[in-house]
């Protein structure tokens, strides 16, 4: 088994100007040759850094993700839907709430907790799609209002139907 993997790994792809495999206990790999003038591939190298440079400086703000927030908000409601004691319902909903609106919005408390930093600015203003963001500002509203009940059951079944808006 040991010299077939060895044998494998010293003619994969060999020649045909993608990758080859080195013997070594790492994983390492190396551009063949593709037939083009040093000058151009050393171009092309420059260009792949380049790339690869600004993805790794991209402020994280660039790569906000409404879908994600949504997904974190949903998670929340179903969470404050089953949670057994009025405190946990509120806090699962001011979760619910922080993620929708993020951290310059209304209703927003840091206190509560936001499982959605880092994800972006909150849903509703990472969101572009009209229908969408009307719907999460529904949900918002609907979650926001029910912070304000104190039955358990009423605030668990708020609780879900705002899960249910963001399904």
Avoid: W
Wanted: aromatic share 2%; with cysteine; charged share 15%.
């Amino acid at each position: 088994m040991y010299n077939a993997l060895r044998h494998m790994t010293q003619t994969v792809i060999k020649g045909a100007g993608l990758l080859a495999y080195s013997r070594k206990t790492s994983f390492h790999a190396t551009i063949l040759p593709l037939g083009v003038p040093q000058e151009e591939e050393n171009h092309m190298n420059r260009i792949f850094v380049i790339a690869l440079a600004s993805a790794a400086l991209m402020p994280m703000a660039v790569l906000a993700d409404g879908p994600q927030e949504i997904r974190t908000a949903t998670t929340h409601s179903g969470l404050a839907a089953k949670a057994g004691d009025a405190a946990g319902v509120k806090m699962h909903l001011h979760h619910t709430v922080n993620c929708l609106v993020g951290p310059q919005g209304q209703g927003f408390d840091m206190s509560a907790g936001n499982p959605c930093n880092g994800q972006g600015a909150g849903a509703i203003p990472d969101t572009a799609d009209a229908a969408t963001k009307t719907k999460l500002q529904a949900a918002a509203a609907k979650a926001r209002d029910s912070l304000a009940l104190n039955d358990v059951g009423a605030l668990q079944a708020a609780a879900g139907d705002v899960q249910k808006m963001l399904q």
